[in-house]
């Protein structure tokens, strides 16, 4: 099963917004092939509607992904430092938790 175009046909090297707009994750990720990937690279430089879509995504995946790996760096740490201190006794057991 990999017949590709089952939608209307499109002109030489062209590629319709919608079909810009299905694949634009996936070229953000990097994961589409070359052929398709340049169809959306050259639609996006003529078509300030996806373009904007692109950029707003680009930036979402951006801003998400600094604050996810920068939290679990530190609470990885965090954790980690924690756990060692724990181990070798350098963190003395909680105090004046009875009564
Ligand atoms: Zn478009």
Same mark, same amino acid.
């Given at each position: 099963?990999?017949?590709? =175009? ?10 319709? =917004?919608?079909?810009? !707009? ?5 070229? #953000? ?6 052929? +398709?990937?340049? !169809?959306?690279?050259?639609? !996006?430089?003529?078509?300030? +509607?996806?373009?904007?879509? @692109?950029? &707003? *995504?680009?930036? !979402?995946? @951006? @801003? ?5 790996? @920068?939290?679990?760096? #530190? +609470? +990885?740490?965090?954790?980690?430092? *924690?756990?060692?201190?724990? =181990?070798?006794?350098? #963190? $003395?057991? $909680?105090?004046? &938790?009875?009564?």
């Amino acid at each position: 099963m990999s017949e590709s =175009c089952s939608g209307e046909p499109h002109e030489h090297g062209m590629m319709g =917004c919608e079909e810009v !707009l299905v694949h634009i994750q996936t070229w #953000i990720d990097q994961q589409l092939e070359d052929s +398709v990937s340049g !169809l959306v690279s050259s639609h !996006l430089s003529r078509c300030p +509607v996806c373009d904007s879509e @692109a950029q &707003t *995504f680009i930036r !979402l995946k @951006a @801003a998400l992904q600094r604050q996810r790996s @920068a939290c679990d760096e #530190i +609470v +990885v740490e965090r954790l980690q430092m *924690f756990g060692m201190r724990l =181990c070798r006794g350098e #963190i $003395p057991p $909680p105090a004046g &938790t009875s009564d």
